[in-house]
């Protein structure tokens, strides 16, 4: 069973950049039919896609951000990771990792996700 | 961006009752819609893909149609385990979208 597990810092402030990493467990993130995504959910909020890397490195991220989304792969540690600059309060949220399955026609969707990490903005 | 709006926004029901919410796309997404289930505290999962395709494990009581802008998520007899918020997603094109969510709540 694939699990996911987000870990970085639960404080950031203004102005100065999130990191986050995603750790996988129970399969390789570097099989060529995985990609890999980070979506966040402001408290008591909806659903949020912030962007999705494939294991190879190639992302694609929400323009809403603003070129603010840094996405990295780290296969040796089965690793992938997340950095957001230039925070704002706005960008507090809870904070997934999860496996974005795409395969063929129709098939598009986060599947695995982790437990999800809480990021607060402020000074 | 295409815009995904579910109604109702929240929804009052007890067990054994039929259950409809619904999910426009602001532009056709063929058949690429997903249904997620988030319960209060907990991580999204899951449920519906492409449509109308239950995820593995997700009980069948749970169903999907629809296609171009117009989709339903139905549960056919809702179960205590079934009160939740409910996600619709689109995955035609980037930037993917969700739904605002429609709240499940006991009546």
């Known amino acids: 069973q694939l699990q996911l597990q987000e870990s970085g810092p639960g404080l950031v402030k203004p102005s100065e950049t999130l990191s986050l990493t995603c750790t996988v467990s129970?399969?390789?993130?570097?099989?060529?039919?995985?990609?890999w995504g980070w979506v966040r959910q402001p408290p008591g909020k909806g659903l949020e896609w912030i962007g999705t890397?494939?294991?190879?490195?190639?992302?694609y991220d929400n323009p809403s951000l603003k070129s603010r989304v840094t996405m990295s792969v780290d296969t040796s540690k089965n690793q992938f990771s997340l950095k957001l600059g230039s925070v704002t309060a706005a960008d507090t949220a809870i904070y997934y990792c999860?496996?974005?399955?795409?395969?063929?026609?129709?098939?598009?969707?986060?599947?695995?996700w982790g437990q999800g990490t809480l990021v607060t903005v402020s000074s | 961006d295409i815009q995904m709006t579910q109604s109702p926004s929240s929804l009052s029901a007890s067990v054994g009752d039929r259950v409809t919410i619904t999910c426009r796309a602001s532009?056709?997404?063929?058949?690429?819609l997903n249904w997620y289930q988030q319960k209060p505290g907990k991580t999204p999962k899951l449920l519906i893909y492409?449509?109308?395709s239950l995820q593995s494990g997700v009980p069948s009581r749970f169903s999907g149609s629809g296609s171009g802008t117009d989709f339903t998520l139905t549960i056919s007899s809702l179960q205590p385990e079934d009160f939740a918020t409910y996600y619709c997603q689109q995955s035609y094109n980037t930037p993917y979208t969700f739904g605002q969510g429609t709240k499940l709540e006991i009546k």
């Open positions: 532009q056709s997404i063929s058949s690429y």
């Open positions: 890397i494939y294991y190879s490195g190639g992302t």
């Open positions: 492409a449509v109308s």
């Open positions: 129970g399969g390789s993130i570097g099989s060529s039919t995985n990609y």
């Open positions: 999860a496996r974005h399955e795409v395969g063929s026609t129709y098939i598009n969707y986060f599947h695995y």
